[in-house]
Structures are given as C-alpha cells and as structure tokens.
C-alpha cells in the first residue's frame, strides 16, 4: 500500500460524458501527479501540482483540467469523453519538486480504470 | 513520445535464475527509477538511481546507470515466480538542473517466471 488513494476503482460512462477522478496523496506529499496509460500510448504524463498550484504539463488535453484543493487533494475532469479515453488513469504523490539536486521518488495510488463506451 | 526505451518487451525465466532488463533514454536525467507493476494495478516505486551513481543495489535488486551512454539495466536475482510483472524505466529530466519529476517512462518488458 503506498499510501496514495484513488477513487473510483472503475468508471464506466458514455460518449460525451463528463466526469471526475478523485487522488488523495501521501500524507505530507506537497507534489501529485497525473498519469495515463493506454494500451498503444504507454503510460504517459498528464500533469503535475505542487502545494495546491499548476507546475508542469504533459500531454494533457483541452478537454481534461485538473486542480489541488487546499487539503492536497486533487481531482482530474475528464470531459467530453471519446472512446479513446478508455485508459487506466493514475495519480502519483511525491514530498517536493525534487530541485536543487534532490531526487523525486514518486508513490502511485492504484488507479482509476475508465472505460467509456 | 516515450523517452525510455527498454529491452527486452517480454522475458520469460524459470525460478531461481536471473532477468536481465534494459532501458535507454535520449535527454540528460537527473535520476532514473525502476517500477513494477503488476497486471492492470498500481505501479510499486523498486529503485532510485541518480545521474551521479552508476550502481545500486536493493535486495536481489541491482541496477547500473551509464549516462554516457543513456541507459540503464535492472537485474533480478534468484527470480521468483511472485517477481511476474510488468517492469517499467523512468527518466526523470534535467531541465537546467531543475525536476519536477515530470517522469517519462518507457513501454516496459513483461517479465514472467515460471514456477
């Protein structure tokens, strides 16, 4: 157990649809990150927030946002889904940034499986 | 586009040897890290190796690091058959000696160890 917590478990919605994703990280992770993974795009990196702001980005798109709540908790929206969103979406905790040198363990929660029919 | 590459996709041992597994990368790294996943669940942190280390060890877990190279290599000794997973490579970037762990990870090699 890494101490990262996800819900739902499985998702399954329509076409068009929008919905929700819920992460509570580590207990004093500042750091949450986003992370999809598909069967042909591997698993790839959405987006990060450090203590409740945005600060990098990957391949995200426009119709998915996300935010960090002042209790550290974040939530990914996932809107006007298209079948190809059908993925394995994880999020991931980590203390800090990992800058100055220091290193950047990450601890993953155990998913949210979307499927979108 | 992924940034690791690793090698190869499917291993297929018996218990009791070794796996041998191998990941390269294109951009400079302020650390690589390993991670298992088992099928359809969450991935487990195995191993931090910084662009400064060239070896580590965790248990029967060893990984080298050639930065002149880009690559890495994750070695399972006296494999189990608890050990069949996915093993994933993840670069973290240096971007001007700054990380925000944004982590790109490769397609991974299916490692599975028959009993």
């Known amino acids: 157990d890494s101490g990262v917590t996800q819900t739902p478990k499985h998702l399954i919605t329509a076409t068009g649809q929008r919905v929700t994703l819920r992460c509570s990280p580590r207990?004093?992770?500042?750091?949450v990150y986003w992370y999809q993974q598909s069967l042909d795009q591997g698993l790839q990196f959405l987006i990060q927030y450090y203590n409740g702001e945005e600060r990098a980005k990957g391949n995200i798109l426009e119709r998915f946002s996300a935010q960090q709540f002042p209790d550290l908790h974040s939530e990914l929206n996932l809107s006007s889904l298209e079948l190809g969103d059908s993925a394995l979406y994880f999020c991931a905790s980590s203390v800090g940034l990992g800058t100055g040198g220091r290193n950047n363990e990450q601890f993953f929660g155990p998913g949210t499986r979307l499927t979108v029919l | 586009s992924q940034q690791g590459e690793e090698d190869p996709q499917a291993l297929s041992i018996q218990e009791g040897e070794n796996a041998t597994m191998n990941c390269s990368y294109k951009?400079?790294?302020?650390?690589l890290q390993w991670y298992r996943q088992n099928s359809g669940r969450g991935l487990v942190h195995l191993i931090l190796?910084?662009?400064?280390?060239r070896e580590k060890h965790s248990g029967r877990l060893r990984v080298t690091l050639d930065t002149s190279k880009k690559s890495s290599s994750l070695l399972i000794t006296a494999s189990r058959a608890a050990d069949t997973a996915s093993y994933f490579c993840?670069?973290?970037?240096?971007?001007?000696?700054?990380?925000?762990?944004?982590?790109?990870f490769g397609q991974g090699t299916i490692l599975t160890v028959h009993p």
């Open positions: 190796i910084r662009s400064n280390e």
């Open positions: 207990s004093g992770d500042l750091s």
């Open positions: 951009t400079s790294i302020n650390n």
């Open positions: 993840a670069t973290d970037p240096n971007a001007g000696g700054t990380s925000y762990g944004k982590l790109t």
